[in-house]
């Protein structure tokens, strides 16, 4: 079997893995997802501890052997090499060298994505991420092929476009074009890929004819057949060069070093550190001037803040479906970063599902006990418009979903008129449960994302003519009991 058919079968059946592990698994599956996961570059740069190492392998990997990553390991691209291939078979593929200084299309793209994300500006970065970019386009599919074709929501169409013009569309004429130009993982690993070590495809001039062949069918547009040359810094190893080159001028060899070789090697190795570093370093710590918008979204507990949550999350849509409420959702956001839509559902107390199924190390590995007692947004209640007091309804449907008993049910001045709410914000958590349940309209309740999440104070004790169990356990399954109304 050629080396060449043996790197196309083991890259379709990896990302045969990856389409599967959106597409099959429901929660009983998600650790399969978080492992998949996890050998991707973005969230094991940006989760802390032994998952970075995988991050700096493939830096070592593409110092050394090329870009293995791109060619076998992410998603993204292979997608985009399907796409192409089909493109190829209509005839729209229109492929050509392009120069593409190293400056211009790698070093100025990796400073630019660690500034914004120094800066707070990460949704460039999770837009361009490419997980995300698969997660964003598997994900909706995933979710319409659960539910048997139900429309995808609106709100997810500007996320879900970006991943289908860049995933499918582009590659059917310009084939990896992303990889070779826009992609800050692409730009990092070029960066170390420009080290002359280990072995790369290079052009034999004594045998290249400069026919062209190599030229037109190159999907990041790296083989010069004019200058007999190939960029191996770009170069994806997708290996479609060997099969057209009549003439075997192609082959795998160590690269010659420029006449700068030294300078080179040592200009590549610091850059493609110094930019690692600062992208990992930026995932950790707050950013120095956040310009975006601190409250962008309700975040799940654990992730500290709507800020490290947009730093650390690479929207690969691990938490989609590990959400037994389902009400945490990329719908909303138009980075395709997920967050908590009280429109579903709410919180579960006793639920930290989310936590175990990131691969990026957004969310703390806090004890269950801690998370209930982390407030995660702020909830306000306006009695005057509880339906207690504006249509005389008894109710209590707040007070029966609240975990902590931040809302319990007390008599009114006047004899004969339902018990009303009294709410307490000192143990609100902001789980959202009394505001999906209000049957008010609009809402007696309104929950606004904090800037950074807080410890709520102890769950007060229920009135002692309530009967209600301390511990909510019953409230476990979501599925509060039937209310009055």
């Not at 950074?452 to 769950?459: I, L, Q, V």
């Amino acid at each position: 079997m050629k080396f060449t058919t043996a790197r196309k079968m083991a890259a379709f059946l990896i990302l045969a893995f990856f389409l599967a592990i959106y597409l099959f698994s429901e929660s009983d599956g998600i650790g399969y997802r978080v492992i998949g996961l996890t050998s991707q570059f973005s969230p094991s740069l940006s989760r802390f501890g032994w998952c970075t190492a995988i991050a700096l392998a493939w830096l070592v990997a593409a110092g050394f052997a090329g870009r293995l990553y791109c060619s076998l390991f992410c998603p993204a691209g292979l997608l985009q090499e399907i796409s192409h291939r089909f493109g190829r078979l209509m005839g729209t593929s229109r492929l050509r060298f392009r120069p593409a200084p190293l400056l211009r299309s790698a070093l100025i793209p990796a400073i630019l994505a660690g500034l914004a994300l120094f800066f707070g500006l990460a949704a460039p970065v999770a837009i361009l991420e490419p997980v995300g970019l698969f997660g964003r386009l598997a994900q909706p599919l995933a979710q319409l092929a659960a539910a048997y074709g139900s429309p995808i929501s609106l709100l997810a169409v500007p996320a879900l476009v970006s991943s289908v013009i860049v995933l499918v569309a582009v590659p059917l004429f310009k084939g990896r074009w992303f990889c070779a130009e826009l992609c800050p993982v692409g730009a990092l690993l070029r960066l170390a890929a420009t080290v002359p070590a280990g072995r790369r495809l290079v052009v034999n001039p004594e045998k290249c004819v400069s026919c062209g062949r190599c030229e037109k069918i190159c999907q990041t547009g790296c083989a010069d057949s004019r200058n007999k040359r190939i960029d191996s810094s770009r170069c994806v190893l997708c290996l479609d060069c060997l099969d057209v080159c009549a003439p075997s001028a192609i082959a795998g060899a160590r690269p010659v070093p420029p006449a700068a070789g030294g300078r080179r090697v040592a200009v590549g190795r610091l850059a493609a550190l110094a930019v690692g570093g600062g992208f990992f370093a930026f995932r950790q710590m707050p950013p120095i001037l956040d310009l975006a918008a601190a409250a962008d979204g309700i975040v799940p507990p654990g992730s500290l803040s709507p800020g490290r949550h947009r730093r650390r999350c690479v929207a690969c849509q691990a938490c989609v479906p590990a959400c037994p409420m389902g009400i945490i959702s990329s719908e909303g956001t138009m980075d395709g970063r997920p967050v908590l839509d009280f429109n579903r559902g709410f919180c579960q107390y006793n639920c930290f599902a989310c936590q175990p199924s990131c691969p990026a190390g957004v969310f703390l590995p806090v004890p269950l006990d801690r998370k209930k007692r982390i407030r995660i947004a702020r909830t306000a209640f306006t009695i005057s418009r509880c339906v207690v007091l504006t249509q005389g309804t008894a109710c209590g449907a707040c007070a029966e979903v609240c975990p902590t008993f931040s809302l319990v049910m007390v008599k009114q001045d006047r004899e004969g008129l339902p018990t009303k709410p009294d709410f307490d914000p000192e143990p609100c958590i902001g789980c959202g449960a009394c505001w999906h349940v209000c049957p008010a309209m609009p809402r007696a309740f309104a929950i606004t994302p904090l800037r950074r999440h807080e410890e709520a104070g102890e769950p007060r004790l229920p009135p002692s003519n309530s009967g209600a169990d301390a511990s909510r356990e019953e409230y476990d399954d979501g599925a509060p009991a039937d209310f009055p109304f």
